[in-house]
């Protein structure tokens, strides 16, 4: 039988575990150190057999030291297997998938062509910020939904009459297929980003149908937390119930957390494509099941 290796970088070392106990594969850890001048020194702790290798290391902040160890840990394990595969749970830059402004650099093409000149055969990501940023890849790239584990979360929570939100219209797609799977009915509201400072507006003006009901506010990310806090001031001025917030990829940058808290959300539930106190919901069976 072809042996599989899990390879757990640093940043997300819980996931490859349990990746690993899913897939009842070998699992190999790496060492970090990190040199006075910011270079990341990666070792790893045992040597994969030949077969099947499972490189798995999501790309948060530190965003470039991440991107370095998991392109390091990719090139480590083309010396022992042809079939490496690149599991980068958030992947970091997909929102750079198009020139905005001109003189921008679609980074992530960049990215693409990086981990397919570092040996990686395949590369699993869950919730790319949009399906456009696949096309940038070519070799194969699969795009993981983690929605239905989000919902399968929030059906525990009994909220009242509750209604799906997307804080912008390019999360439409994203908040209809949750409301879907969640057996209720969704809106999307239309948001304003300035290009230059970064800073959100939300430009939807009156809402019907939102009174007294609990709202999910559904993300694909929470950054800065800019684009949660708009959209639930405005919600609240609409005389919603209570206002959760479910989204795969909790950055929570500085004090993003402490900010979405006081504009008076009930709920952070995020996923362990990033860890920290809000990644409740589970993401290696979807992974596992991608393999
Ligand atoms: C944008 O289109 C994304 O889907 C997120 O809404 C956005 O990146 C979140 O960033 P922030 O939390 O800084 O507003």
Redesign the pocket.
Known sequence: MLSVTVIGGKASEDLAKKLSKRLKADFISSDLRIFPDGESKITINANPKKGKIIIVNSTYPPVDSNLMQTLSLIAKARQFSSDVISVIPYLGYA?QDREFLPGEIVTLSVIAKLLKASGASKVIVVDI?SQMGLKHFDIPIKNVSAVQELVNHFKKLKLKDPLVVS??L??ATRAEEFAKLYGTDFIALK?Q?DRKT?K?EIMTLNLDGVKGRDLVLV????????????ATEFLRKQKCGKVYVACTHA?L?DS?ENKIRKAGISGIISTNTIPGNTSVVDVSGIIAKAI
């Open positions: 929102r910020h804080p912008d390019g999360g948001k980003r970064g959100v993300d694909d990310m929470i950054s800065t937390g800019g684009s949660i806090v708009k950055l940058i993003a």
